[in-house]
Every structure is written in C-alpha cells, then in structure tokens.
C-alpha cells in the first residue's frame, strides 16, 4: 500500500526552529517529486515547497523562502521540511504529497502533475 | 503568481442534485488544473487532473471540463460521501495555487 506519514509537528514559540518528516512507502520513493502543502486552522490548502526525485532541485513558496529547506533521504525513503524563524502566521497543518506526473517527458516539475498521494498531516502551532 | 478564485465559496444541496463548482484562473493555464475534494479531519483527495481526467477509484459521478481560465467541476448526482470541500489548483506555474475551496454541504 502506498503511504506517507508524517511527523515532528508541536508547539514552538516564534523565532524558533522545527523539523518535519515524512516516511514514504509502497513506491520508488527516489522516482517521483516530493511537496509539502500546508493548511492552517479553518483555512484553505496552500503549496509550501517541492523537491526533485534526486533531491538536486528545490521550490519555495515566497512566503518561505529563506526560512525553510526542503530536503530528502532516498535511502530512508524520507521526505523532510527545516522551519526556522518561525511566525505565528506559520501556524498549519503540514501534509506531505507525492508528485503524479501525466505526461513523459520534460521537467521533473512540469504543468502536467498533481498531487496523489498525502499523508495524513501534522500540527505545528507557533504561540508564546 | 496566478490567483485561482473559487465560486461559490459554499453551497447547499441535496442528495441526488446535479451540481457544479466553478474555477477561475487569473491568466491562462491551459488546462494544467487539478480538483481535490477534502473531509473534515482528513487529507485531501485528487478527484480530477489535466482539467477534465478521472483519477483511478473515483467514481463516474465526478466529472471535469474547461481550458484557458475557465474550469467547472460537476457532481452528477450527490452521494452522501460528497458532502465535503473542494479545491481547484493549478499546476502551470511554480507556485501550485490553490482556490479557498467550496463548502458543500447538506441542505
């Protein structure tokens, strides 16, 4: 069965740091794109960040970039997300997404994707 | 980045009803346009990539169209599983936007 779990989620207080991962199973985690999206309380589904297969190419939404790093182990099948100088705005639900590719061919993050598989998600408050 | 807007942002309806979310795209995006449908409490789901393909398991009822700017997601016939959000997303630029969902819920 194809899987992600994801963990690391808690409370911290602004400024500070956390890490999040995701354990994939069930695929060639190595083959396929890797994203976090995020969702915070009551609120709609907004795309954090995304990692090529091999891990040597990376996207930031603007509103982390510089704050967080995207990152993977394909030899543990994991997926992770550094947060640092955290702000209470970061405050969400963070699920990992495995990438679907439609089409062959062209970027590892081309128009023709989406998101097939999420895990179930984990909570990161950012309060005082 | 291109905003995507969803209309309407909630909707009531009953089981068996016909109905039909619609998707906005601040410029074109082909048909690079994904629909996921999500639960209280639960990860979101793909129903619908490429604007108008059933993504394997999901049932016939769900169907997709347009192109360009313009996209709608349509229920043929409400089940009471149906009754969740939905959001529209884009994946023609580097930031995949999503819309603020519409609510669908019992009437």
């Known amino acids: 069965e194809v899987q992600l779990l994801e963990s690391g989620g808690g409370l911290v207080q602004p400024g500070g740091s956390l890490r999040l991962s995701c354990a994939a199973s069930g695929f060639t985690f190595s083959s396929y794109a890797m994203s976090w999206v995020r969702q915070a309380p009551g609120k709609g589904l907004e795309w954090v960040s995304a990692?090529?297969?091999?891990?040597?190419?990376?996207y930031y939404a603007d509103s982390v970039k510089g704050r967080f790093t995207i990152s993977r182990d394909n030899s543990k099948n994991t997926l992770y997300l550094q947060m640092n100088s955290l702000r209470a705005e970061d405050t969400a639900v963070y699920y990992c997404?495995?990438?679907?590719?439609?089409?062959?061919?062209?970027?590892?993050?081309?128009?023709?994707?989406?998101?097939?598989?999420w895990g179930q998600g984990t909570m990161v408050t950012v309060s005082s | 980045d291109i905003q995507m807007t969803q209309s309407p942002s909630s909707l009531s309806a009953s089981v068996g009803d016909r109905v039909t979310i619609t998707c906005r795209a601040s410029q074109s995006i082909s048909s690079y346009l994904n629909w996921y449908q999500q639960k209280p409490g639960k990860a979101p789901k793909l129903l619908i990539y490429?604007?108008?393909s059933l993504q394997s398991g999901v049932p016939s009822r769900f169907s997709g169209s347009g192109s360009g700017t313009d996209f709608t997601l349509t229920i043929s016939s409400l089940q009471p599983e149906d009754f969740a959000t939905y959001y529209c997303?884009?994946?023609?630029?580097?930031?995949?936007?999503f819309g603020q969902g519409t609510r669908l819920e019992i009437k």
């Open positions: 997303q884009q994946s023609y630029s580097t930031f995949r936007a």
């Open positions: 997404a495995k990438g679907f590719r439609y089409c062959s061919g062209g970027s590892w993050y081309g128009a023709c994707s989406a998101f097939d598989i």
């Open positions: 990692i090529s297969g091999s891990g040597g190419s990376t």
């Open positions: 490429a604007a108008s």
